[in-house]
């Protein structure tokens, strides 16, 4: 059952009317329900139930301490991509072991930082790092546990911008090159060469491209394994994706225990998932005011006060977000045709083309449906304009987890030099 719903005509979260958290924490903002993120880590826990597969939520889908702390308490592991998440993920509460560091780049000191603490393990994307990690494991007298991952040159199914696994992809050691850096890594003093990892793209609903790379990447493993390499563990990254639209269809969380069931069977290896998405993307919504309501000629607009810098995926991705309004409407309202735009002075900044939604008037609430991903995070100050507050439901209780931020904390720690000042007028000096 869903946490957001219309009860009296109007919309709920879990036990909460929307419009008391618009009174009390202002719009726009993202609003979690708890019970629906805990309800997704226990479908995901009963789906592989019987497997060995280590649950590690991408921190960045929503690196939120409230949320870590949840999915901390429920046994999740973490899956990193920066010194800045692994220390978000210790301060939640994730121990060191359950946590995996990745990244396309990662800096010395990060590296430092990870061994230090003793990860799970470190993902490494390429020679040059492989290399590093080696020389600042034996500096420091430690040993540090790395699984290669992997580009398995396959496409698939999902927007260009979120592919990772495609030969021109920036991503991993190429397939080709991937046997003789594990052999280089087994042969470095300070590194432990662990497992694989493999990552092909993000809002994947198409079962066939993880069964593409899974078997990529389990045949590689079968072949390090031959050439005496003890690999113990395989990291099949994440790229569940979560149905956006009406017509979507939802993950099949069946279909990929049996593909894990299969990879299982052939290794008999530790499996590691790294969802992110699908953990919480579906138990946010971001709530927003209308501003204006505008029409020239056939054309509607409804100005709302979140935006590209709110929300950016709309404008980057052309993602699709259901928009519904918080007063339920009535079977006899007037509909109309809208473009849902934000404030920002881009004209790319559009939340929604060509939505149908009652006539909506100034004051009004909306919601942007399945927000918890990639929404909060990926968010700016761009115009100068605050950063949405985020608050999280569970039952009758709501909490604001972070209050906006107001406009001036922007710029609080710039810093005007002195000589601008001593300089005098602009043009003389
Ligand atoms: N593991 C690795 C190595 C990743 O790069 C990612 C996502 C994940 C796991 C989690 O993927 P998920 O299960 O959430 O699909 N900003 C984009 C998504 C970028 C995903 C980046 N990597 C969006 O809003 O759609």
């Not at 800096?107 to 430092?112: A, D, K, P, V």
């Not at 470095?188 to 809002?203: E, I, T």
């Not at 039952?395 to 810093?415: Q, S």
Request: net charge negative; proline share 6%.
């Amino acid at each position: 059952m869903s946490a957001f719903g219309y009860r009296g005509g109007e919309l709920w979260v879990e036990e909460v009317p929307v419009r008391e958290i618009a009174e009390g924490a202002g719009t726009p903002v993202y609003i979690y329900s708890a019970s629906a993120i805990e309800a997704r880590v226990r479908d995901l826990q009963r789906a592989f139930g019987s497997l060995p597969v280590r649950l590690c939520y991408a921190v960045k889908a929503n690196p939120h301490l409230a949320v870590l702390r949840l999915l901390a308490r429920l046994g999740m592991g973490a899956e990193t991509v920066s010194g800045g998440e692994i220390e978000r993920a210790l301060a939640a509460g994730i121990p060191p072991e359950r946590i995996v560091f990745s990244g396309v780049g990662k800096e010395e000191e990060e590296l430092r930082f990870a061994i230090a603490r003793g990860v799970l393990q470190i993902n490494v994307e390429s020679r040059d790092e492989l290399r590093l990690a080696g020389a600042l494991a034996r500096e420091m007298g430690r040993s540090a546990a790395v699984a290669l991952r992997i580009n398995p040159a396959v496409e698939a199914s999902t927007h260009e911008k979120i592919q990772t696994g495609r030969e021109g992809d920036k991503f991993g050691i190429p397939i080709a090159e991937a046997r003789e850096a594990f052999l280089e890594a087994q042969a470095c003093p300070g590194l432990v060469p662990v497992g694989l990892h493999v990552h092909v793209g993000s809002q994947i609903l198409d079962i066939h491209s993880f069964a593409r790379s899974y078997g990529i990447a389990a045949e590689l493993f079968e072949t390090l394994r031959a050439d005496g390499v003890p690999l113990v563990r395989l990291d099949l990254g994440g790229g569940f994706g979560i149905p956006y639209r009406p017509e979507d269809r939802g993950f099949d969380l069946d279909g990929l225990a049996a593909l894990l069931e299969a990879v299982w069977d052939r290794l008999r290896c530790e499996l590691i998932l790294e969802p992110g998405r699908l953990v919480v993307g579906e138990a946010g919504v971001l709530l927003t005011r209308v501003l204006a309501r505008k029409e020239r000629g056939v054309r509607r607009w409804l100005v709302v006060d979140a935006g590209m810098h709110t929300l950016l995926r709309p404008a980057l991705y052309d993602a699709w977000h259901g928009i519904r309004p918080v007063r339920e409407p009535a079977s006899a309202q007037e509909w109309e045709e809208v473009e849902v735009v934000g404030p920002i002075c881009e004209s790319g900044d559009v939340l929604g083309r060509g939505r149908r939604l009652p006539v909506l008037q100034r004051g009004d609430l909306v919601v942007l449906e399945a927000v918890g991903a990639y929404g909060a995070t990926m968010a700016s100050s761009y115009n100068s304009r605050p950063r949405a507050a985020e608050v999280l439901v569970r039952g009758r209780r709501w909490d604001i987890i972070k209050p906006r931020r107001p406009a001036r904390a922007e710029f609080a720690d710039e810093r005007v030099p002195s000589w601008i000042e001593e300089e005098g007028p602009a043009g003389e000096g």
